[in-house]
């Protein structure tokens, strides 16, 4: 059975001097879930209520509700068979016990450290499952394809009622990333090395493409320490990434906020990293050197 998550967060362009006001918005989602033997689709439609606050020097302040309109989530009775850490297959729990609740609720900021290295650094409830402390940093040498990154999170699971309670679960997760925007019809390419949240070592790699209308598509594939037996059904994770922008019309010159949900044949605990919503990289990625000279018609 495989849960689609809510939508991650949405951050603006890469911008420290902004003007301080407080951004109010809500809209209707639906979250599937495909694949299970006992139910072709399990659906849920509810409410998101979203706010974000401008603090200025590059942070910011995010928090979301979530009110269900409807579901039939309740009626799941499968439960999870991991002999990992159940950190992602319990998500049914959350599905049941959390269909009205706290989506997000943290504050991050967004700086520089010289012309080519960018940091982030957040802390608060940033996800469906997980509350935590973190921070990411991105090497990326302006006239240049490729990218580094490194990321490193201590982290708390939530409890199932997606309020402000946690479980006892915790653990500490970090990537090294290697990112190239290759000249290949627009893919990008990323290797991630590191550590997942079930406490398993091991890479993802990914492959993107960016159309023109802003939309993009990819795969990716986990591989970790984690044998196929312990891993479960399925083997390894694996999937595929989906970018729908608001905005119909939308272009590669700007990253509105839009639908980004991830597609699985199964949820499992192996290879399972933290939804810290859109990287450095995706953030910047219309500044870099390969759209810029794509604007001007050509490429160096």
Not at 38 to 46: D, E, F, M, R, T
């Amino acid at each position: 059975m495989n849960f689609l998550p809510a939508p991650a967060a949405w951050h603006p362009e890469f911008e420290t001097d902004v003007p301080r006001k407080l951004n109010l918005f809500a809209d209707i989602k639906p979250r599937f879930s495909f694949f299970d033997p006992k139910n072709p689709a399990w659906y849920q439609i509810y409410l998101n209520l979203n706010a974000h606050r401008y603090l200025g020097n590059g942070w910011r302040a995010h928090g979301s509700l979530r009110l269900n309109l409807a579901t039939n989530f309740d009626q799941i009775s499968r439960g999870s068979n991991s002999v990992l850490p159940h950190v992602r297959s319990d998500a049914a729990k959350y599905l049941k016990e959390g269909k009205n609740g706290l989506g997000l609720l943290f504050v991050d900021k967004y700086g520089q450290l010289g012309s080519d290295l960018y940091y982030r650094g957040f802390a608060g409830y940033l996800e469906e499952m997980y509350a935590g402390i973190g921070a990411e940093v991105l090497y990326r040498p302006f006239r240049s394809r490729i990218a580094y990154g490194l990321n490193v999170m201590g982290v708390k699971q939530r409890d199932y009622d997606v309020r402000l309670s946690f479980l006892d679960y915790q653990t500490t997760v970090g990537h090294l990333s290697f990112y190239w925007a290759s000249s290949i019809y627009n893919y990008d390419v990323a290797l991630h090395v590191g550590r997942y949240l079930a406490g398993d070592w091991g890479q993802t790699i990914e492959v993107k493409r960016r159309f023109a209308n802003g939309w993009e598509v990819g795969a990716f594939a986990t591989f970790t320490d984690v044998s196929a037996e312990d891993f479960g059904e399925g083997s390894f994770d694996k999937g595929i990434s989906l970018r729908i922008p608001l905005s119909l019309y939308g272009t590669r010159r700007g990253r509105s906020a839009g639908l980004d949900t991830i597609i699985r044949p199964l949820t499992r605990d192996g290879g399972q990293r933290l939804d810290i919503g859109t990287s450095l990289w995706d953030t910047l990625r219309t500044s870099n050197y390969d759209e810029l000279m794509t604007r001007q018609g050509g490429y160096n």
